[in-house]
Each structure stands twice: as structure tokens, then as C-alpha cells.
T-cell receptor
Framework: GEDVEQSLFLSVREGDSSVINCTYTDSSSTYLYWYKQEPGAGLQLLTYIFSNMDMKQDQRLTVLLNKKDKHLSLRIADTQTGDSAIYFC??????????????FGKGTKLSVKP | ETGVTQSPTHLIKTRGQQVTLRCSSQSGHNTVSWYQQALGQGPQFIFQYYREEENGRGNFPPRFSGLQFPNYSSELNVNALELDDSALYLCASWAQGSSYEQYFGPGTRLTVT
């Protein structure tokens, strides 16, 4: 079955880089996502990557994918206090009954200290 | 702003009551999914609607039901509310065939007392 795991907490200092990690289990080609959720708010799509890619960069965000190990990471350069939020890794189900569904991890709470 | 809207923002219901939550899809999107996010958890898939029919369902009981309308807006209905139904309910919309680009609304916070 599909499962997405991520560490629950990360604390960094303002200006440092943050790296949030995630592992997934689906063996199919798929899309993998990073969403951001601020307190009391919905989910903001940050970026996504298809599983045949190794890396995707978008301004301060870099996504790295190790397909062999089924490991996904999100690096935030020059982390700011406004980056404090919960970050969810998600995998898109592409097969059968899971088609089109997002399978989420439990989220990593990023705390940025001034 | 994603163009996906949900109403109401918050509501409080009593155990045993029924509730209807609403979602308006982003323009051009004909598929909608609903998710339940309990406190401290990631969102869990409830079901998906395409062309006004349920097109996939997660591990939720039949008292969770939905509708999709010709204008692609959608409703989530929950009967016989239980305390554990307290959660943030999120809808996401996309165009069929482009499921890799799903956009979420801001959610409805349901509290069951």
C-alpha cells in the first residue's frame, strides 16, 4: 500500500537553510508534492516533481528526489520567519482506486528562530 | 489565492446532527476531491467526484456523502455526526487528466460537541 512518512519537527535559525525529508512507498511512477499550511489555513501548493526527475528548483525552494530510495526532500534557502509553518509531503495515487488521490504525510512543523 | 472557495469557514454542530459543507471549484476544473484533516494529522482522502458521480472513495463510512453539480460546485454531507468528525475539511479541484495540479480551498473547520 501507499504510505508517506516525514519527520514531525524541524527548528532552524533565520537565514539558514532548512531541509525537510520525506519517504514514500508507491512503486509506480507518480507525482510528489510539497504543500505548506500556516496556522488556521488551508494547503498552499509549493512545488511538485514527477518521479522521473531528480531535482527541481523554484526560487528559494529545491526539491531533490532519490527514486531508488523513495526519498524526497525540500530545501528552503535563506529561511525566513514567514516560512514557519507545517510542510506536507504528498504522493499522487495513479493506480486503480487511488487514481487522482493525494496521500499525505503527517506534516513537518518548521520553526524559524530569529 | 487558488480560486477554490469553501463555505462556511467555521461551524459548530452537536453530536447526531447533520452538516453540509460547500466547495466552489476553480474555473475550468471539473473534478473535486474532499479531504478530512484531523488536528495534528495530514489530510485523509474522503471521496472524489467527476461528472456529478463519485469516482473514488477513501476509508470513510457511508454517512459521508457528496454531490457535484453541473457547474462543478460540490457538497460534502455528513450524517449522524460523531465527536471524531471534528476536523478541517478541505476540497481540492482540478481538470480531469491533469490530476497532478490540484488546488485546495481554505477549508471548513467543523467542531462537533
Amino acid at each position: 500500500g501507499e504510505d508517506v512518512e516525514q519527520s514531525l519537527f524541524l527548528s532552524v535559525r533565520e537565514g539558514d537553510s532548512s531541509v525537510i525529508n520525506c519517504t514514500y512507498t508507491d512503486s509506480s511512477s507518480t507525482y510528489l508534492y510539497w504543500y505548506k499550511q500556516e496556522p488556521g489555513a488551508g494547503l498552499q501548493l509549493l512545488t511538485y516533481i514527477f518521479s522521473n526527475m531528480d531535482m527541481k528548483q523554484d526560487q528559494r525552494l529545491t526539491v531533490l528526489l532519490n527514486k531508488k530510495d523513495k526519498h524526497l526532500s525540500l530545501r528552503i534557502a535563506d529561511t525566513q520567519t514567514g516560512d514557519s509553518a507545517i510542510y506536507f509531503c504528498a504522493e499522487l495515487g495513479l493506480d486503480g482506486g487511488s487514481q487522482g488521490n493525494l496521500i499525505f504525510g503527517k506534516g513537518t512543523k518548521l520553526s524559524v528562530k530569529p | 489565492e487558488t480560486g477554490v472557495t469553501q463555505s462556511p469557514t467555521h461551524l459548530i454542530k452537536t453530536r447526531g446532527q447533520q452538516v453540509t459543507l460547500r466547495c466552489s471549484s476553480q474555473s475550468g476544473h471539473n473534478t473535486v476531491s474532499w479531504y478530512q484533516q484531523a488536528l495534528g494529522q495530514g489530510p485523509q482522502f474522503i471521496f472524489q467526484y467527476y461528472r456529478e458521480e463519485e469516482n473514488g472513495r477513501g476509508n470513510f463510512p457511508p454517512r459521508f456523502s457528496g454531490l457535484q453539480f453541473p457547474n462543478y460546485s460540490s457538497e460534502l454531507n455528513v450524517n449522524a455526526l460523531e465527536l471524531d468528525d471534528s476536523a478541517l475539511y478541505l476540497c481540492a479541484s482540478w481538470a480531469q487528466g491533469s490530476s497532478y495540479e490540484q488546488y485546495f480551498g481554505p477549508g471548513t473547520r467543523l467542531t462537533v460537541t
